[in-house]
C-alpha cells in the first residue's frame, strides 16, 4: 500500500544529544515537509522540500536539518541546539508544486526528553 | 502577518445535530482551503478540500468557503460521537510557495451522546 512511513514512533533524547527522524514515501511525491505540533497547538513548519537536492527553512527552523537526496527519503535531525524538542513530529508530503494539491501525513513520531 | 484563525473550542454538540466548524484567513488572494481531522495522539487525516466559492458537499460533511469574507467553514450533519476530534484548517495563503499550506490552531469538537 501507498503511503508515508515515520519511525522511529517514540524517541528518547538525552541531554547534548542529536537524534534522527525518518520518514519514507512511496507515493512518489516531488514535496516533503516536516512539522512539530505541540499540546493543544496548530503545526508549525520545520523545514520543506520541494524537490530532491532541494529545501528550505521554514518557520522554526533552528535547532533542526534535513536532507534530500533521495525522492522517497526526508529525515528530520534533532540538533543538541534545539533546546526544547519535547513534541508530536509530523512529516508530509504532497505530489508536487501545484497550490490546488493537499499534503498527507505520516503517523508521527513522538519526541522526548530522558 | 499571515495567518489562519481557529476558535479552539471545545465545541460541545449532542449527537445527531449539525456541527459548525469556523476558519479565517488574512490574505484575500488565498486559493486553496483544506480541512483536517486530528483524533488525540494521532496524526492529521484530510476529509475536505475546497477552491471555489460557495458550498462543497461530500457525504456528512459540508465545506463553505467565502473568499469576500475571508472565511471557510465545515458543517458536520447528524453529528455521532466518533466525530469528536480537533478540526484544523489549513490554507495555501497568497505568496506561499505553490503547495505551502499554513494551519490554524484547530478547534476541538465534542459530540456527546
Known amino acids: 500500500d501507498g503511503g508515508i512511513t515515520q519511525s522511529p514512533k517514540y524517541l528518547f533524547r538525552k541531554e547534548g544529544q542529536n537524534v534522527t527522524l525518518s520518514c519514507e514515501q512511496n507515493l512518489n511525491h516531488d514535496a516533503m515537509y516536516w512539522y512539530r505540533q505541540d499540546p493543544g497547538q496548530g503545526l508549525r513548519l520545520i523545514y520543506y522540500s520541494q524537490i530532491v537536492n532541494d529545501f528550505q527553512k521554514g518557520d522554526i527552523a533552528e535547532g533542526y536539518s534535513v536532507s534530500r537526496e533521495k525522492k522517497e527519503s526526508f529525515p528530520l535531525t534533532v540538533t543538541s541546539a534545539q533546546k526544547n524538542p519535547t513534541a508530536f513530529y509530523l512529516c508530509a508530503s504532497s505530489p508536487g508544486r501545484s497550490s490546488n494539491q493537499p499534503q498527507h501525513f505520516g503517523d508521527g513520531t513522538r519526541l522526548s526528553i530522558l | 502577518q499571515k495567518e489562519v484563525e481557529q476558535n479552539s473550542g471545545p465545541l460541545s454538540v449532542p449527537e445527531g445535530a449539525i456541527a459548525s466548524l469556523n476558519c479565517t484567513y488574512s490574505d484575500r488572494g488565498s486559493q486553496s482551503f483544506f480541512w483536517y481531522r486530528q483524533y488525540s495522539g494521532k496524526s492529521p487525516e484530510l476529509i475536505m478540500f475546497i477552491y471555489s466559492n460557495g458550498d462543497k458537499e461530500d457525504g456528512r460533511f459540508t465545506a463553505q468557503l467565502n473568499k469576500a469574507s475571508q472565511y471557510v467553514s465545515l458543517l458536520i450533519r447528524d453529528s455521532q460521537p466518533s466525530d469528536s476530534a480537533t478540526y484544523l484548517c489549513?490554507?495555501?495563503?497568497?505568496?506561499?510557495?505553490?503547495?505551502?499550506?499554513?494551519f490554524g490552531g484547530g478547534t476541538r469538537l465534542m459530540v456527546k451522546p
Open positions: 489549513a490554507v495555501n495563503l497568497w505568496g506561499n510557495a505553490g503547495n505551502m499550506l499554513t
